[in-house]
């Protein structure tokens, strides 16, 4: 069965950093670009950034490049996501997702049940 | 980042109607364009890629058109188990915008 297990999530404080993990199963993990997606309470998912199959290749959205930075690592069937400077409006449920197909921008086929990352002081 | 503008925000239905979402992107997207159902508590679901393929399992009362900018998702014959929130997503270049979500309910 294909699937993907978010980590990493929890209570941080402002200004603070976090790396959130994604681990996948029952597919070939380096065929496959990846996203993360996330969802603030009582609003929309919103696209936050992918990585390619090797992991050479990051796109991210513009409001976010400055501080989240995606990486994978093929060997242990992981992709990441590290976000920097953390503020109340990164609170969120963080999806991880697979890229259908073999190209960097598609349709999102598989995703993780979500964590949760909750910043405050 | 220009929008997807997605219509309505929220809709309420009877069992066995006929709903259709709209969706409209700040280009045009070649219909490189997908649709998800979300339900509460649970991750999205991939329903419709290419602006109109049906995903394998996903029910045929399900089904997407459109071309250009204008895209839609129609329900045919609305079921209580499709209460959720559907999104589009557009996937032509980066960033993959979704668009803000319309909310089905049951009347």
């Known amino acids: 069965e294909v699937q993907l297990l978010e980590s990493g999530g929890g209570f941080v404080q402002p200004g603070e950093s976090v790396t959130l993990s994604c681990v996948g199963s029952?597919?070939?993990?380096?065929?496959?670009?990846m996203s993360w997606v996330r969802q603030a309470p009582g609003k929309g998912l919103e696209w936050i950034s992918s990585?390619?199959?090797?992991?050479?290749?990051?796109y991210y959205v513009d409001s976010m490049k400055a501080r989240f930075t995606i990486s994978r690592n093929n060997s242990a069937n992981t992709v990441f996501l590290q976000l920097d400077t953390l503020t109340a409006e990164d609170t969120a449920t963080y999806y991880c997702?697979?890229?259908?197909?073999?190209?960097?921008?598609?349709?999102?086929?598989?995703w993780g049940r979500g964590t949760s990352l909750t910043v405050a002081s | 980042d220009i929008p997807m503008t997605q219509s309505p925000v929220s809709l309420s239905a009877s069992a066995g109607d006929r709903v259709t979402i709209s969706c409209r992107a700040p280009?045009?997207?070649?219909?490189?364009l997908a649709w998800y159902q979300h339900k509460s508590g649970e991750p999205p679901k991939l329903l419709i890629y290419?602006?109109?393929s049906l995903r394998s399992g996903v029910p045929s009362r399900f089904s997407g058109s459109g071309s250009g900018t204008d895209y839609n998702l129609t329900i045919n014959g609305l079921q209580p188990e499709d209460v959720a929130t559907y999104f589009c997503?557009?996937?032509?270049?980066?960033?993959?915008?979704f668009g803000q979500g319309t909310k089905v309910d049951l009347k």
């Open positions: 997503q557009k996937y032509n270049v980066g960033p993959m915008t």
């Open positions: 280009h045009i997207l070649n219909g490189r």
């Open positions: 290419s602006a109109s």
């Open positions: 029952g597919f070939i993990y380096s065929n496959f670009a």
């Open positions: 990585v390619s199959g090797s992991g050479g290749s990051t």
């Open positions: 997702a697979r890229v259908a197909g073999r190209r960097v921008f598609y349709a999102l086929d598989v």
